[in-house]
Every structure is written in C-alpha cells, then in structure tokens.
C-alpha cells in the first residue's frame, strides 16, 4: 500500500508566499517523476511541475519564476515553494508520483489534494 499525502495548502494574500509538501509512505522500491498538477471547478486537471529522480525540473509557463519544485529522495518528499501568488494561482493542489513498490508494482500514485486559495 502506498500513500501520497499533501499539506500546506491554505489561505493566502496575492503577493504572498506557500510551500505544499507531498509525502509518499509505504513499501516503496523507488520513485521516478514526482509532480504537482492543479485543477479549478469545470477544468482540466493540469501539470504545473515536474522533478525527476536525477532533478530535473520542469514548470508551466505561467508559474516559470514563480514557483520551485524540490525533492528530497530519503524522505521520499516533494515540494512546490509557490511565491508571488495571484488569484488565478487559486485551484486545489494534486500531488502525483510515478513509484515502484517494493513488490515490483509499477503505478501513477495520486494524493488527496490541498486547496490553495489566493484572495485580493
């Protein structure tokens, strides 16, 4: 059994400053690519980072020199350090995790999801 649990997420004034943590448990073997995604009421859910296990990171155009994603592979833990929110960074936060269990399972693993809300 394998669990992806998010914390962080919260009310904040635009300009201001959040850091989401996702935390994945269990018998984990190994974990590939670590993202977080985000998703407002009628859309999408989409991708606003990625880091691989090496450390390369990838953003969403409208998050580049805002947000910075981070991993620290022994506690099987990512971050986002969001800075500069807008209101249109409002949106609930899904942590998402490509993992190997130790049972050599092989699966996209998601969290339960932090609602981050930015007010003006």
Known sequence: ????????GGLVQAGGSLRLSCAA???IFSISFMGWYRQTPGKQRELV???SSGGSTSYADYVKGRFTISR???KNTAYLQMNSLNPEDTAVYYCNAG???????NSDYWGQGTQVTVSS
Request: charged share 15%; glycine share 12%.
């Open 25 to 27: 448990s269990g018998s």
């Open 99 to 105: 993992i190997i269990t130790k049972e050599w399972y």
């Open 49 to 51: 980072a990625g880091i």
């Open 72 to 74: 620290d592979n022994a």
């Open 1 to 8: 059994q394998v669990q992806l649990v998010e914390s962080g």
